[in-house]
């Protein structure tokens, strides 16, 4: 295959995405890198936009195989913030000159449909923020009722669009629920994420390339390709994690299909690789997601161990973050960075 005619074409097919996923030689993958990084820059511009996490519990009622959440591990130390506490955090955020709030936690009934309501009601009365979820699976009401509080965004990552290895990862869930999820919700007028993670025992490369063509059907607004990371208290305890370079290549090729969506570096590349946030922003990604969370909770969400800046301080995070940024010649956005596919499919 001709490497630069591939990378210079509209769309490409399953064979073709393998093909550079499998790139090995140095110069093939900076050829990759470098193709990623044009398309991003003529569909996403040169702001990088900043979204601040809030882990509101690590209360969990699924048991899936490779998170550190999951019910079955006894010995987390769990949590629940106050609907105070979390309104106070996104004030924080948004004074932080941080435009987007990820309400984010495991899933967690306890959080019933009328508190995330009034949460949502309350963050959106008194701050011009975004509001992102990432609740796991919930009711389609509820959807609906959060939609109505003022709720933008859902994230909800597929993991694997292998049906099979979905079943195992998940303990049996079906991988049509989540898509019917996904749907729904994009239905509804959210602005909708979701993403695979690399490294996952029993994955193929050709998983992930379907992986990265499932975002292209979901038509997503948000796509994030992260390594996986094994965490002590489940099943893959002792597996080994996610390749660095394949998660650089995985979102390389992601930007070149997808286009334009939001891709992030994430906090398990950088968790990884000291330099991750960086490496990631130069194959693609135009978005950092920041935990903001505050102590004690922070260091209890432990889906993983070990999570890049967790005992460092929230509030120095933007201007740690700003200073990585500029290196590179970006710079932080002074927007929401809502979907860039907006005015091309009229979604609010």
């Known amino acids: 295959m001709n490497l630069d005619e591939i990378l210079h074409k509209e769309n ?64 987390l130390q769990r949590y629940r913030m106050t609907p105070e506490e979390i309104i106070e955090t996104a004030h924080v955020i948004s004074n932080l000159g941080i435009y987007t709030v990820v309400l984010q936690s495991g899933e967690d009934h306890q959080f019933d449909t009328a508190m995330i309501a009034y949460i949502i009601y309350e963050i959106k009365q008194k701050a011009e923020l975004a509001v992102t979820l990432s609740l796991g699976e919930r009711g389609f009401d509820e959807y609906r009722s959060w939609k109505m509080a003022g709720a933008d965004r859902y994230l909800l990552k597929h993991e694997t669009a292998n049906p099979k290895l979905y079943s195992i990862y998940h303990n049996k869930q079906r991988l049509d629920d989540r898509l019917a999820h996904l749907k729904f919700l994009k239905e509804i007028g959210y602005q909708i994420g979701s993403g695979n993670m690399i490294g996952l025992p029993l994955q193929t ?8 063509l499932f975002c292209k059907e979901l038509d997503l607004d948000m796509a994030a390709f992260g390594p996986f990371i094994s965490s002590p208290e489940t099943p893959y305890r002792s597996k080994s994690a996610g390749d660095v370079d394949l998660t650089l290549r995985v979102m390389a090729v992601g930007r070149i299909v997808l286009k334009q969506v939001h891709i992030p570096a994430t906090t398990a590349l950088a968790t990884l690789d000291d330099a ?11 978005i ?57 499919h009229s979604r609010a």
């Open 12 to 75: 490409l097919s399953k064979e073709e995405i393998v093909f550079l996923l499998n790139l090995t030689d140095k110069n093939d993958q900076q050829f990759l890198f470098d193709r990623a990084d044009e398309v991003r820059s003529k569909y996403c511009g040169n702001e990088v936009h900043l979204r601040g996490i809030i882990e509101l519990s690590n209360y969990c009622e699924q048991n899936c195989i490779y998170c550190g959440l999951r019910e079955d591990n006894k010995k």
């Open 205 to 212: 490369v050709e998983d992930i390339a379907d992986d990265i």
């Open 276 to 286: 991750g946030r960086i490496k990631g922003l130069n194959v693609g990604a135009n």
């Open 288 to 344: 950092i997601m920041p935990d903001l969370t505050p102590s004690p909770y922070r260091e209890r969400y432990q889906i993983y161990p070990d999570r890049k800046c967790i005992n460092d301080n929230p509030l120095n995070c933007k201007g740690c973050l700003q200073l990585q940024i500029e290196s590179i010649g970006r710079k932080i956005s002074n927007s929401r960075g809502d979907s860039m596919k907006i005015g091309e």
